[in-house]
């Protein structure tokens, strides 16, 4: 059985007409579509894909082994193949309407694609036995599905369950209502040091939310996806996210709002003249929360 190594081992460039000069893009193909956003995403869907791509080269095998070449014979068989995964991927009740498994429908995607190309080459390409095709195809998925699940693992590496980005979006929501704060305090205190006008007062708490947004809004969006990416395949036992941390997220969805509440507030309190009212030396605002 010839398999094509002969390229990697002695670092030959392979031109367009070489036998099996397709066979090294699979390897590529195979580490982009395994790595994800996150190190726990990519772990577990590389080991989908890998289950995936096992069962599909043997199901490809067989198919060849059996068909021989009958167009007729092969059409059967991918009909008949296809729909069983395509059911073992969709969930049940309502969310069937929606698609795939967003959790584990993955696996059953790459058999039906992966057998289906395996089947397609082998009636497309001359020259190239049922042995080689689906042993190439094979060993070319495993290598680049370990290298994207190795390249994920090493520092610095990005993990969905960390609370890192959660933990900035606090410190910006903290700057910010201590910014606005702040305004408000001195707006509404009795002897003012600086001679700052009312548009002055509201512009500082415009800019303090709207920096607020700018920060927070892209570390809400990354912390979603990356989470979402490494909650995938949740039956797996290990690396998996914290799910207290999708709970967090909610809660600090809930003070971001709040706080641009607080600044609209803010700046018709400080439009009205009535910062006085509120947050002036004396009253319980000022007392309690600055």
């Given at each position: ?76 068989w ?7 995964p ?12 929606v698609?795939l ?27 190239t ?14 290598i ?22 959660a ?23 009795d ?20 920096s ?12 979603n ?9 949740s ?16 809660v ?39």
């Amino acid at each position: 059985m010839t398999i094509f190594w002969d390229a990697y081992k002695n670092w030959d460039l392979i031109i367009d007409d070489a036998p099996g000069s397709h066979f090294q893009a699979w390897v590529i193909i195979a580490f982009h579509f395994t790595t994800t956003q996150s190190t726990e995403g990519t772990v577990k869907k590389g080991l989908l894909r890998l289950l995936a791509t096992l069962s599909a080269g043997l199901s490809a095998f067989l198919c060849i082994a059996a068909c021989n070449g009958n167009p007729y014979g092969t059409v059967a068989w991918l009909t008949l193949t296809t729909p069983i995964p395509i059911y073992l991927a969709t969930e049940r009740g309502f969310a069937a309407r929606v698609g795939l498994s967003k959790d584990y429908g993955y696996l059953y995607q790459c058999f039906v694609f992966t057998q289906a190309i395996i089947v397609m080459y082998y009636r497309d390409e001359e020259g190239t036995t049922r042995n080689e095709l689906v042993l190439n195809r094979i060993v070319a998925n495993c290598i680049g599905i370990t290298m994207a699940i190795l390249m994920s693992l090493i520092p610095l590496n990005v993990w969905g369950g960390d609370p890192r980005i959660a933990l900035n979006i606090v410190q910006i929501q903290k700057e910010a209502l201590a910014k606005i704060l702040h305004v408000l305090k001195e707006c509404g205190a009795d002897s003012l040091e600086t001679n700052q006008s009312n548009e002055e007062y509201i512009n500082l708490v415009a800019e303090a939310e709207s920096s607020k947004e700018a920060s927070s809004t892209p570390l809400f969006v990354e912390a979603n996806d990356l989470l979402a990416d490494s909650c995938k395949f949740s039956k797996f036992p290990l690396f998996r996210a914290d799910p207290k941390l999708n709970a967090e997220l909610g809660v600090l969805s809930i003070y971001d709002s709040a706080i641009t509440t607080l600044a609209d507030s803010a700046k018709r309190i400080i439009s009205k003249d009535e910062a006085k009212d509120f947050f002036g030396p004396g009253m319980p605002l000022h007392n309690d929360l600055l």
